[in-house]
C-alpha cells in the first residue's frame, strides 16, 4: 500500500526546439513521448536540459516508473487515476492526489543530484513526515515540457527512484 500511495503522490521535469534524448533517437513533442523513452534516454535527456522558466499553477503529470520495459506506459495509467500532477505557488509544491493538493515541498534552484548542475527542487524534507526522505528534481525539455527524477536519501546517499514528466501546456 505504501509504494502505491509513493507512487501517486511523490512521482512527479531548457532544451528547446524539438529535443532528442540522444542521436537519432526519438523527436520529445509531450508526455506521452517521455513516457515511452528508455531510462538510457531518459537520463540523456535530463543531462542536456536546463532548468528553464519555472514551471507554476496545475501542471499535468505522468510517472515513468521502470523506463523502458512494457509495464512502464500501462503502470504509468494505473498511476495517472491516482496521481494527476502538481499545483506550484510561488515557493510551495502540492502533488495533486484525486484532484486534492496534497503532500507539500518546498521549491527552490539547487544542485541536481543527478549531474552537479542546476535543477528546480522540489523537496519534502521539513513538509511531510511520511515523505521526508524525498526530493524531485525538475529541468524543462520544452517550452512547459518539465522532466523529473525523484530520488530517496538513505545512509549511502541519493537513491534513484523514478522519472516523471509534468506538463503545464494549454491542450
Known amino acids: 500500500m505504501r509504494f502505491l500511495l509513493l507512487s501517486a503522490t511523490v512521482l512527479l521535469a531548457g532544451c528547446h526546439a524539438a529535443p532528442k534524448a540522444e542521436p537519432g533517437s526519438h523527436t520529445v513533442r509531450g508526455m506521452n513521448d517521455l513516457v515511452r523513452l528508455e531510462r538510457c534516454e531518459l537520463d540523456a535527456l535530463y543531462r542536456q536540459c536546463e532548468v528553464g522558466a519555472p514551471p507554476c499553477g496545475k501542471l499535468d503529470g505522468r510517472a515513468i516508473i521502470n523506463a523502458g520495459s512494457a509495464m512502464t506506459v500501462p503502470t504509468s495509467r494505473i498511476v495517472g487515476l491516482l496521481w494527476w500532477g502538481k499545483f506550484i ?27 552537479g548542475k542546476p535543477a528546480l527542487i522540489m523537496d519534502y524534507a521539513g513538509t511531510t513526515k511520511l515523505f521526508a526522505d524525498f526530493r524531485d528534481e525538475v529541468r524543462e525539455v520544452s517550452p512547459g515540457l518539465y522532466l523529473g527524477v525523484t530520488h530517496q536519501r538513505t545512509s549511502a546517499g541519493p537513491e534513484f527512484k523514478t522519472f516523471f514528466t509534468l506538463d503545464q501546456r494549454k491542450k
Open 89 to 115: 505557488d510561488g515557493d510551495t509544491m502540492r502533488n495533486r492526489v484525486l484532484g486534492l493538493r496534497i503532500v507539500p515541498a518546498r521549491i527552490y534552484l539547487g544542485e541536481s543530484w543527478v549531474d
